[in-house]
């Protein structure tokens, strides 16, 4: 269960990553045209308001982190591919500890740098991060560049994403 969490809290951390900032300019708002469905919906219930407000009112995270590894080009040629999805999601873990954590427990980023050279740094770099107590692991763009690493992940049963590739494989 905490794996399949931690790879929900990393599909966030892309999404997060990959979203957009805020607006300078308020954006508009006009009002919806009423329609024959909008009176048949349930009015709010209490429990939906009593969410919401423990929601305005989130602690923050505490407790022992769950931590997420990344193994990445973090230097060398490919770092263009590595460097933005890791500093986006450095962004992301403070944004998601500053609303409570993940079931109040912070989110901790370890990284570890292939140098560019997946093939021979791929694996080492995945076990640096899996030796920091990684639960899931998040590699580069390609599945070339991430197999190595996702692969010693997988065979050591922690699962993995990438920041943006896409494999059954993975």
């Keep these: 269960l905490l794996s399949m969490l931690v ?14 900032g805020d607006s300078s300019e308020p954006a508009a708002t006009e009002a919806a045209p009423a329609t024959e469905a909008a009176s048949t919906e349930a009015p709010a219930s ?12 989130t602690e923050p995270a505490s407790g022992e982190p769950i931590v997420i590894g990344v193994a990445a080009s973090l230097s ?3 770092a263009p591919w590595g460097l ?26 370890v990284s570890a740098d292939d140098k560019s050279d997946f093939a021979a ?11 920091q107590g990684a639960v899931t692991i998040v590699t580069d763009c390609d599945f070339d560049w991430s197999a190595p ?13 990438s920041f943006c590739a896409g494999a059954p494989q993975f």
């Design 7 to 20: 790879c929900v809290a990393g599909v966030g951390l892309f999404v997060a990553a990959c979203g957009g």
């Design 46 to 57: 209490t429990e939906a308001a009593a969410t919401t407000e423990a929601a305005a009112s």
């Design 76 to 78: 060398g040629d490919l």
């Design 84 to 109: 933005w999805p890791m500093q986006m999601s450095e962004f992301a873990v403070e944004d998601i500890n500053a609303a409570g954590g993940v079931l109040g427990r912070p989110l901790k980023l």
């Design 121 to 131: 740094n791929g694996a080492t770099a995945a076990d640096e991060v899996l030796n």
């Design 149 to 161: 690493a996702q692969s010693q992940a997988q065979s050591k049963g922690v699962p993995g994403i």
